[in-house]
């Protein structure tokens, strides 16, 4: 199994982020990142890595980036080393796969979830009002229902601590009506034009978030795109409303969490190294079915 890559220094560049999963570098017009292999749950990094984990989730969202070009703009500008610069260029064996060069863009920030199905916590939150986000939902809905409609749950993009569900309305209120509108529109779009093809291949997309920016005023997506860490893939096959689903996505490594007394707050836990293979073996099985490419 491939060594898996924790964290990246790249000395005679200028680190201007390390986030979660990724590190970031200003190359004054544009930006570097780099996908690692680290994995979070629950906002807090675990201390193991998952091998292949970032290269997946590089190339899974260059695949659907370029699937959706039509809809719309992204930030990327190439994912070929020999286009990064000079001084870049010597780290290929360790960027190879899992970096990418991006047109800077003013974030928007709001984490733009589309729902098709009842799920995370969108299933938590109609337990207890019957609606998620503002949204009224039909009654006697159980977990994992295909919903009516997708629908757009938007929330806060907290640097600490756990995103907050809002409202529609509020979401206006934080980044005004027509671009709140605008977003919404695409982030629907988007989501039931990825539906329809992964269901194609056998593949239901429960739910995933989108982020995007602004470039001169132009709406682009940013960061990641329908990947195993924002998005949960079921098999339509298996797919059984009324419990949990047998999920291609890191919902596997949350459930596993979820049974150790633990209370979501760092330091967090050792992953077990089975956890750790069938975690990798599942985000390698989603990559080549959506794709039909292997890693």
């Known amino acids: 199994m491939k060594t898996p890559l924790i964290k990246v220094e790249i000395e005679e560049l200028r680190l201007f982020k390390r986030g979660k ?59 070929s080393i020999e286009d990064f610069p000079s001084e870049v260029r010597k780290y290929k064996d360790i960027l190879e796969g899992r970096s990418v060069l991006v047109k800077k863009a003013k974030l928007v920030p709001i984490e733009c979830v589309v729902r098709g199905y009842l799920a995370g916590s969108g299933w938590k939150e109609y337990q207890k009002k019957g609606s998620i986000c503002g949204i009224k939902l039909p009654e006697g809905l159980k977990h ?53 093809y992964a269901e194609s291949r056998g593949i239901i997309i429960s739910d ?5 920016g602004l470039i001169d005023g132009r709406l682009v997506l940013v960061d990641e795109l329908l990947t195993p860490d924002s998005s949960r893939f079921w098999f339509r096959e298996r797919y059984s409303p009324g419990k949990a689903q047998f999920s291609m996505d890191k919902q596997f490594v949350r459930d596993y969490l979820e049974t150790l007394n633990w209370d979501k707050t760092p330091p967090a836990p050792v992953l077990p190294e089975d956890i750790i293979e069938e975690t990798s073996k599942r985000y390698r099985e989603i990559y080549k079915i959506l794709t039909g490419k292997e890693i």
């Not at 929330?155 to 980044?175: L, P, Q, S, W, Y």
């Not at 995933?208 to 995007?212: D, I, R």
């Open 21 to 79: 999963v990724r590190d970031i570098y200003d190359l004054g017009d544009s930006l570097l990142i780099i996908s690692t292999d680290r994995i979070s749950c629950f906002d807090v990094v675990l201390p193991n890595p998952v091998p292949y984990k970032g290269i997946i989730l590089n190339q899974i969202s260059l695949f659907w980036f370029d699937f959706m070009k039509d809809l719309c703009e992204n930030h990327i500008i190439s994912s």
């Open 144 to 196: 994992a229902d295909r919903l009516p409609e997708p629908i757009f749950t938007p929330a806060t993009k907290e640097e600490e601590g756990h995103d907050i569900n809002i409202t529609f309305e509020e979401m206006e209120e934080r980044v005004g009506k027509e671009l709140a509108e605008k977003i919404r529109k695409k982030s629907i779009e988007i989501y039931k034009k990825a539906s329809e």
């Open 208 to 212: 995933t978030k989108f982020e995007f």
